[in-house]
């Protein structure tokens, strides 16, 4: 999923970034929400549903815990950039530094530098696929296995070029399918237009021209009624990430007592979220996980322990969000080309054979996902830099 970390100090009193740990904890935090998005697919396509097994064991009810959680870190994913995005949108609007050209360049530049690729790569396994294991009732690309909590849809009839190019314009799931068997791509439409949308809603507020506000409110409300209910609805769950960029450090965080218990408040938060899901409902229990995630994410930034030396942690909370970005959109096309070529008519038991084997699988798409991102999202910064100095350039020459 897509979360990029602002560079420089965020407004108010947020700790800086260079001194102070709860980066590297929020490192950590958005790299582990993408291994649990991609084990959870993994879990879906290798493996028969839980409801399925008879008995299971200790070993079969953690795993299955552990790996249901796919979609509530994707509501982790949104404060995560909820709190980034508004953070870079405010400092440079009260620094009066706000350009339109400058912020789209940053986030298309690290949008497409691995959706471009990615959806290449997509239609590249899903071809491979289609190929050699046909679309017939026997295929996984077919009838047989369409009809699960994952594949409630066919591949071959979303493999179109109308929904690739939909997806390069953020519009799956708004006007087209998503593209291929990359189902994972649906939250870029979402995050894609709370980019557009944020700063248009502050900007109203800080423009004094009345013309320009009208047009950023004409912009602001033909995005609402564009992207859908559902999208306005998650758009709360980004916006909580916001609530932190401008909240002011609390004094009662240096009691310690107080701080132990916002942290106990928020866990408790989020085990009841997960537990009553069937309860309460999806978007209640989104909205929970939402709250206590920014709770964690308040008591994070203001937290004043140094890093006085960068030790494993540091370097594994850098390193694993790395190649996030790149994970989240990668891994589901593979996934399904191994599914296509290791599993016959019905998923695998979850026994410790089966479960070595999809280790094993994990561990070979964690590798693919890493030398692509080595070649797409570790350039973000040099394409960006690329970029803004030929638009720099083109400027001066019109000049």
Not at 70 to 96: A, E, N, Y
Not at 301 to 327: D, H, M, W
Not at 361 to 382: C, G
Request: glycine share 4%; charged share 15%; hydrophobic share 50%.
């Amino acid at each position: 999923m897509l979360v990029e970390k602002n560079q420089t100090q965020p407004i108010y009193s947020i700790p800086s970034i260079r001194n102070y740990r709860w980066s590297t904890h929020l490192d950590l935090l958005r790299g582990l929400a993408s291994l649990l998005v991609f084990i959870g697919h993994m879990r879906i396509l290798l493996f028969i549903e839980y409801s399925e097994i008879i008995n299971p064991s200790f070993l079969t009810k953690r795993l299955n815990s552990f790996t249901v959680l796919g979609h509530q870190s994707v509501m982790i994913f949104f404060v995560l950039s909820g709190f980034f995005i508004s953070t870079s949108v405010i400092r440079r609007i009260k620094q009066k530094q706000w350009s339109w050209v400058n912020y789209l360049v940053d986030r298309l530049t690290r949008l497409y530098i691995v959706l471009i690729p990615a959806l290449l790569l997509s239609s590249f396994w899903d071809s491979l696929g289609i190929k050699i294991f046909g679309t017939g009732q026997d295929s996984f690309y077919g009838e047989r296995f369409h009809n699960g909590h994952l594949a409630t849809y066919k591949i071959l009839e979303n493999f179109t070029f109308q929904n690739a190019l939909g997806t390069l314009a953020f519009l799956q799931t708004i006007f087209v399918d998503l593209f291929g068997s990359n189902k994972a791509v649906w939250s870029l439409a979402y995050e894609f237009w709370y980019y557009i949308l944020f700063p248009s809603i502050i900007l109203f507020f800080c423009v004094k021209s009345l013309k320009v506000r009208v047009l950023y409110a004409l912009l602001a409300s033909s995005i609402l009624l564009l992207v859908g209910s559902e999208i306005r609805i998650y758009f709360l769950v980004w916006l909580m990430g916001a609530l932190v960029s401008i909240s002011h450090p609390s004094k009662y965080l240096n009691n310690k007592n107080v701080l132990n218990s916002l942290i106990i408040f928020s866990i408790l938060i989020l085990c009841i979220a997960l537990m009553s899901e069937r309860f309460i409902g999806r978007e209640l229990a989104d909205f929970l996980i939402g709250i206590s995630t920014t709770v964690m994410i308040y008591l994070l930034v203001n937290s004043r322990s140094k890093i006085r030396q960068e030790g494993a942690y540091e370097k594994f909370s850098k390193g694993l969000p790395g190649c996030s970005y790149t994970l989240y959109l990668v891994h589901m096309p593979i996934l399904c080309f191994i599914r296509a070529c290791v599993i016959g008519d019905r998923p695998w038991e979850p026994d410790i054979l089966h479960i070595l084997l999809a280790l094993i699988i994990v561990v070979f798409v964690f590798l693919y996902a890493v030398v692509i991102a080595h070649f797409t999202e570790a350039k973000t910064d040099n394409l960006r830099n690329l970029i803004m100095s030929w638009i720099k350039n083109r400027a001066l020459n019109q000049a």
